[in-house]
């Protein structure tokens, strides 16, 4: 006699409790940047563990690919379909360049620093997001961007991930998260190889070096589809103490020497290898228990009112934290490098909460509210199109 298997759930279309993540992963990048420039990484234990929480990047990233490949995922497990390559793109654009945009100009000409060096190049590189590409263009105010150079690479390069392995669906989709491992494998060896480079560019600023924290979120992505009652990797998945406890185990394991020196100084390839194994770990443990949990089951802090602001506003955070951290020195007469992290990180924050939420309800929100209609009209125009086609006489 046979035991029928359990019915597949099918996943949550919307989990509050990742827009929360999204805040404290923009607060995260906050943190260690004003612990460089107060000089506070430098402090013995602690200061280490706070120059790590650069590792915030990781959760972005694995945001990002959970988010954007679920889709994928979903059709591949005949859920739906996904979504056309225009459509993707248009969306991918409304929702990142236009506060970027304006970011960028403010700093280009407002920003002392920044203004007095801004040719040409400067100006190119950092409005079409090349900066990881074009030598001595990361600019005072700008220099974080160069995740989002990251991540937008990573948005042009997905719908090819995704025809690649379009053919692996149905029965075959089992092997989308073995081969998405094998991805993550192979993007290990990136910084092993020499790859040629322009003076004052390195190769582990490019992509491929941070495919293992996208693909964190990608592997989940397909794994909740996978999920049954009473399969084991599930239980131990969706355990927020045993997955959190591991992701905590990585980030202070980063603050050693397998996370790369501290400061500016340029790491080993082995240890941008490490730092991506334990940025993969962090992105992954602190998400999986999020997506991959008992339906109705909440996260408390994360799903609530203040952590879901946090994370609407998380990209303007992102954005400006730097600028508002560059003039809080000499406007307050703060020296850099010269403590006063508490200070300071109370201003910086205070300072650019506003921002971040006027950059949200200006532009952010209204763009992807044009995006929204704009996709509406062209999808009514190729339906109108389609059906007027399918009605003409044939000849």
């Given at each position: 006699?046979?035991?029928?298997?359990?019915?597949?759930?099918?996943?949550?279309?919307?989990?509050?409790?990742?827009?929360?993540?999204?805040?404290?992963?923009?607060?995260?990048?906050?943190?260690?940047?004003?612990?460089?420039?107060?000089?506070?990484?430098?402090?013995?234990?602690?200061?280490?563990?706070?120059?790590?929480?650069?590792?915030?990047?990781?959760?972005?990233?694995?945001?990002?690919?959970?988010?954007?490949?679920?889709?994928?995922?979903?059709?591949?497990?005949?859920?739906?379909?996904?979504?056309?390559?225009?459509?993707?793109?248009?969306?991918?654009?409304?929702?990142?360049?236009?506060?970027?945009?304006?970011?960028?100009?403010?700093?280009?000409?407002?920003?002392?620093?920044?203004?007095?060096?801004?040719?040409?190049?400067?100006?190119?590189?950092?409005?079409?997001?090349?900066?990881?590409?074009?030598?001595?263009?990361?600019?005072?105010?700008?220099?974080?961007?160069?995740?989002l150079s990251v991540e937008m690479a990573f948005y042009l390069v997905l719908p090819l991930l995704a025809w690649l392995i379009v053919r692996l669906r149905g029965p075959a989709a089992r092997w989308r998260v073995p081969v998405l491992c094998g991805l993550m494998a192979v993007s290990l060896t990136w910084n092993l190889w020499p790859v040629p480079t322009p003076d004052a560019i390195h190769a582990d600023n490019w992509l491929p070096a941070y495919l293992p924290w996208f693909a964190a979120g990608m592997v989940l992505a397909e794994l909740i589809h996978l999920v049954r009652p009473g399969v084991r990797w599930a239980r131990l998945l969706s355990n927020q103490s045993l997955m959190w406890a591991l992701a905590l185990a990585a980030l202070v394991l980063s603050a050693t020497e397998f996370g790369g020196p501290a400061g500016l100084e340029r790491a080993q390839p082995w240890q941008y290898a490490m730092k991506m194994v334990l940025g993969t770990i962090i992105g992954f443990g602190l998400m999986a228990p999020l997506v991959i949990r008992k339906p109705g089951k909440t996260h408390r802090w994360l799903e609530s009112r203040t952590a879901a602001i946090l994370g609407r506003w998380s990209y303007g955070i992102f954005l400006w934290h730097l600028v508002v951290l560059t003039v809080v020195f000499p406007v307050f007469g703060i020296l850099p490098f010269n403590g006063h992290f508490l200070y300071v990180i109370t201003l910086t924050t205070a300072l650019t909460l506003p921002l971040a939420a006027a950059s949200f309800a200006l532009i952010e929100e209204p763009a992807r509210r044009w995006a929204a209609q704009w996709d509406r009209r062209a999808t009514a125009a190729r339906v109108e199109r389609e059906s007027a086609i399918e009605s003409s006489p044939v000849r």
């Open positions: 006699m046979t035991t029928a298997t359990a019915p597949v759930p099918p996943p949550r279309t919307f989990i509050p409790a990742l827009e929360g993540m999204r805040g404290m992963a923009a607060l995260g990048v906050l943190v260690t940047h004003v612990a460089f420039q107060t000089g506070t990484s430098r402090t013995p234990v602690l200061g280490p563990i706070l120059e790590r929480f650069d590792m915030a990047v990781a959760i972005f990233f694995a945001l990002s690919g959970f988010l954007l490949w679920r889709p994928h995922a979903a059709a591949a497990h005949g859920l739906g379909r996904a979504p056309r390559t225009s459509r993707y793109l248009l969306h991918r654009v409304a929702r990142v360049m236009p506060a970027y945009w304006v970011v960028v100009v403010f700093v280009l000409l407002l920003l002392p620093g920044a203004a007095h060096s801004a040719n040409l190049r400067v100006w190119v590189s950092n409005l079409g997001l090349l900066q990881v590409f074009v030598p001595l263009t990361l600019t005072d105010g700008l220099t974080q961007m160069w995740s």
